[in-house]
C-alpha cells in the first residue's frame, strides 16, 4: 500500500485546489491554482490518488482529470493535511 511520508506545503496547496474545485481538473489547472510547478501538481495529484484522497479520470486526451474521492472526509490523511494547512498558516 502506497504512503505518504511527509506532508508538503506544496501537496497541501494541491489538496486544498483540487477540493475547492467544483469540476475535474487537470495537472496544468492545478499548477496554476495551487501555484506549483507542473511537475509538482503531477506528482502531489499522483500521491494523493495513491492513497485513495483523489479519483483519477483515465483515457482522456490530452491529460488525466482529478477531483476529491468519494469519503475523503475519513480518510486520515485529511486530518493530517488539515493541521498542516494550519501550521503552514495556507
Not at 469540476?23 to 506549483?36: D, S
Not at 502531489?44 to 485513495?52: H, K, W
Request: glycine content about 4%.
Amino acid at each position: 500500500m502506497y504512503m505518504i511520508k511527509e506532508i508538503s506545503p506544496h501537496l497541501v496547496r494541491v489538496f486544498l485546489y483540487v477540493r475547492d474545485s467544483e469540476h475535474w481538473v487537470t495537472a496544468r489547472q492545478i499548477a496554476e491554482g495551487a501555484r506549483v510547478s507542473d511537475s509538482t501538481a503531477r506528482h502531489r495529484a499522483r500521491d494523493l490518488f495513491r492513497v485513495g484522497l483523489l479519483e483519477r479520470s483515465y483515457d482522456l486526451y490530452p491529460e488525466n482529470q482529478y477531483k476529491l474521492a468519494a469519503g475523503y472526509e475519513q480518510h486520515e490523511l485529511t486530518a493530517k493535511i488539515l493541521k498542516a494547512q494550519e501550521i503552514f498558516r495556507l
